[in-house]
Every structure is written in C-alpha cells, then in structure tokens.
C-alpha cells in the first residue's frame, strides 16, 4: 500500500483538475498541463482535493499508485506556481549571455556553446555566471538544467563547470610536487 498514494492533493484557487478517459489535465493560471493515466487508476476530485484511487490491489498498482500522486502534486504546483532551477558557470573569463530565445554560453571552449529555449521552458541570465531555466513542467525543467549542466560539468580540483546554486562540489588536493625518492 502507498503511503505517499494516500494523500490528497490539494487544489489552490484558480486551478482546475479533470480526469477522463485515462487522461489528467491540469489548468491553472501558469498554463495547461496533462498526463496519460495506464493500469487500474482513478483520480477523484472532490472540493478543493483531489484523490488518486486504485480499483485493485496488485503490487504493479502500488508502485503506480504513489506515482500518479506525486505526477498530480506536481502537475498542480507547475501551473500555480511553476519551477525553477539556477545553474552556477565558476571559471575563470566564463560567461553566459541571453540572445533571443537562447543562451550563449562561452565556457571554455574554442567556440561560444549555445543552447535553444525548449517548449515551454524560459532561460534568464541574472548576471553573466548565472542562468535560470524556469517552466510548469518539473520534468522538463529538470532534464533541461541537467543537459546545461553537462556542457561543462565542475572538476573538482579548481571547481570549473556549471553547477546547481545548492550543489556542493568535493574539492580534491591536487599533486603536491614533494621530493623524489631517495
């Protein structure tokens, strides 16, 4: 039994929940979103929560019941609030500047790296070593600010790279250029 499956999700003002035909859709002041329901599953909204119900008790339900919840919670926290995630670039005449809908990013490579805005996702540069990518959709988001961040992943010897803001990178020592053997 899921205990995280169990939980209502409550529904803010300005948010609508529908379920029909094994599909989710979400409205709410940010945007639309929607979610393919597969197996025994049945959302149930009921005044300001909604429920997610199972109809059997198998254990490939369990493992899905706590799934679809968590994809409702965030589902209705993307389209009232939206989510956001901030990247450090740390080096030495690293910069990253917004052109359009792109960024441009010169890290350390012979060339200047510029990424595309995917659909429905927004980049803003703040200052020139800080980018945030921002969108309803947790997912995206996350899979976004992980491609950015793979252009340039930190080293830990000087601490080089695009990190998160909250991530902590392990410095390593470097050679110590002791003596030989004697």
């Known amino acids: 039994m899921s205990r995280i499956g169990k939980m209502p999700v409550a529904i803010p003002a300005g948010v609508t929940v529908n379920f029909a035909n094994g599909l989710i859709t979400v409205k709410g002041a940010k945007g639309t979103l929607t979610q393919k329901v597969e197996g025994d599953i049945v959302i149930k909204v009921e005044g300001a929560h909604a429920l997610v119900e199972k109809g059997q008790d ?55 790296v510029e990424v595309e805005e995917p659909e429905g996702i927004t980049f803003t540069c703040p200052t020139p070593n800080e980018i945030v ?50």
């Not at 926290?77 to 995630?85: D, L, P, Q, T, W």
């Not at 252009?151 to 909250?166: L, Q, T, V």
Request: proline content about 4%; glycine content about 14%; hydrophobic content about 35%.
């Open 58 to 112: 198998i254990p490939e339900l369990d493992a899905k019941h706590g799934l679809y919840r968590a994809l409702l919670h965030n589902m209705v926290v993307g389209v009232s609030e939206g989510y956001s995630k901030t990247l450090k670039v740390n080096g030495v005449g690293w910069k990253v500047a917004k052109q359009g809908k792109k960024i441009v990013l010169n890290v350390g490579f012979s060339h200047p």
């Open 133 to 182: 990518v921002a969108g309803i959709d947790k997912t995206v988001v996350g899979q976004t600010a992980a491609n950015i961040r793979t252009i340039r992943e930190p080293e830990p010897y000087h601490g080089y790279g695009i990190a998160y803001s909250d991530e902590v990178i392990e410095r390593k020592e470097g050679k110590t250029g002791g003596k030989g053997k004697k």
